[in-house]
């Protein structure tokens, strides 16, 4: 293999890492806001992303379907929320596990029955070809609209839980929700918002992922759900930055697995790799140090 496979493979890496960041970006913002992983973040996700396609086959604007896809996001993690996970035991964090299962399972059954289980075109028109330079292929329009996307989300991530009163509300509801409550701020409702805002990340997400994959279906979510859950572990589930670079780390992993290894190789990897974290360094590599009481 030379150089210029081996340059175009990592470009290649890095912009199936930003795609993996974008949804583990999402997970991030969850937990952040509610110290959950939503199991029923991809369920979700593709939820919008349907939402998306009919707007688009109706309009010839992916503009208009990326905005109907943010909004219904959005919409979509209220309802969750408060129908579903509003009455999870927060004593028992697996009763919001379950419900989370739960919920992706009657979200795909519902997207099954409506739209069918046959693969749609998600309409985005960004270029998937890399432009070829001295037989390297540099990033494609597709890979540039993800990179864009997904330093967006950082920043506004950051400026929101560094920055803001609404940020600091949202952590104070997830780590400390009776303190939260003597201090007047509304738990039940920043944790609504927190599930609305992680919601429209992952409608982004999953309109810069699936113009990678054939197409969408009502399972189409499944496996980044697992790829970017693993990245967002790789990183440290409460670090923005921590899922970004977590996501780069292993979509270079896998793009070199596919390349050096075997194609079908990158799902064994992804588990590998989270196994990996997990016994070695289960709170992420951007970790805090936790204080000690002597």
């Known amino acids: ?44 996700a593709a939820a ?15 503009w208009l379907g990326l905005a109907a896809a943010l909004i219904s996001g959005a919409i979509f993690g209220v309802f969750v929320e408060s129908s579903v996970m509003r009455f999870a035991s927060h004593t ?16 795909q059954g519902a997207l099954g029955a409506i739209y069918g289980p046959d693969l749609r075109d998600p309409g985005n028109p960004f270029s998937h070809a890399y432009r070829m330079v001295a037989g390297v292929g540099l990033p494609s329009d597709l890979n540039i609209f993800t990179f864009v996307s997904v330093a967006l ?17 949202l952590r104070a509801s997830a780590f400390a929700p009776e303190v939260s409550r003597l201090l007047g701020i509304n738990v039940s409702f920043m944790r609504t918002v927190g599930w609305a805002l992680a919601a429209t990340a992952g409608a982004l997400a999953a309109e810069v992922i699936l113009p990678t994959q054939l197409g969408v279906n009502p399972n189409a979510m499944d496996g980044v759900f697992v790829t970017a ?38 799902p064994v990897a992804t588990l590998v790799v989270l196994l990996l974290v997990l016994l070695v360094r289960p709170n992420g590599i951007f970790a805090g140090v936790k204080e000690r009481h002597v």
């Open 1 to 44: 293999m030379n150089f210029a496979t081996f340059v175009t493979m990592t470009v290649d890496g890095l912009a199936q890492g930003a795609a993996i960041s974008a949804f583990a970006l999402a997970l991030v913002l969850i937990w952040r806001a509610a110290r959950v992983v939503n199991f029923a973040q991809g369920a979700m």
């Open 48 to 62: 919008s992303a349907y939402i998306a396609v009919t707007v688009i086959q109706h309009t010839g604007s992916f």
């Open 92 to 107: 028992a964090p697996l009763n919001a596990v379950i419900l989370a299962l739960g919920s992706t399972f009657i979200i």
């Open 153 to 169: 989300m950082v920043v506004a991530l950051v400026l929101l839980f560094g920055k803001t009163k609404l940020g600091l509300r």
């Open 229 to 266: 859950f693993t990245a967002a572990v790789l990183g440290g589930l409460d670090s923005p930055i921590g899922a970004v670079v977590g996501g780069m780390i292993l979509g270079l992993v896998l793009n070199y697995v596919t390349g050096f290894v075997n194609p079908v190789a990158p």
